[in-house]
């Protein structure tokens, strides 16, 4: 719907050509499956291999320094959160460790309840204001992992 009415050729009387929403709906489709095969490599994967592609698709901010945190959080993918609960980030529910569907799952969520908290500027400085992790050299840890690339 968005490309329809950015296409905008409009006759005398205020309505879309017909050739303009042909044109349109057809860059819909287009658009729509290629979200459907990016999104069909990262949920046949594994987050060891296709997780800072999966951080960008999903436009998370500072994707470095994420990806970095989901190498902490899980061993470098080894834990059992990771392996048996998909969970890339140690995100809790309550006093557990919250469980999901799929590891991508984890990003959607950290995305939508961490980083819509984030306004601009360092990021690690946010990680520590927000308290984030308990381990008060967490942000250290992580910059570590992030300069080693």
């Known amino acids: 719907m968005i490309l329809i009415s950015s296409c905008g050729d409009v006759d005398a009387n205020g309505s879309k050509t017909e050739a303009t929403k042909t044109e349109s709906i057809e860059s819909i489709e287009i658009k729509e499956n290629l979200v459907i095969d990016s999104l069909d490599i990262f949920l046949a994967g594994k987050p060891e291999d296709h997780l800072y592609d999966a951080l960008l698709y999903y436009d998370v901010h500072h994707p470095e320094i994420v990806y970095a945190q989901a190498l902490l959080e899980t061993g470098h993918f080894k834990s059992k959160g990771c392996r048996h609960k998909n969970n890339l980030f140690g995100i809790m529910k309550g006093k557990k460790l919250r469980t999901f569907g799929h590891w991508t799952e984890s ?25 984030y992790a308990s381990d008060q050299h967490y942000t250290t840890r992580v910059k570590r992992m992030v300069n080693k690339k």
Not at 107 to 131: S, T
């Open 107 to 131: 990003i959607v969520y950290y995305k939508e309840h961490i980083q819509n908290r984030y306004k601009g500027g360092d990021y690690y400085r946010f990680l520590k204001r927000i308290g």
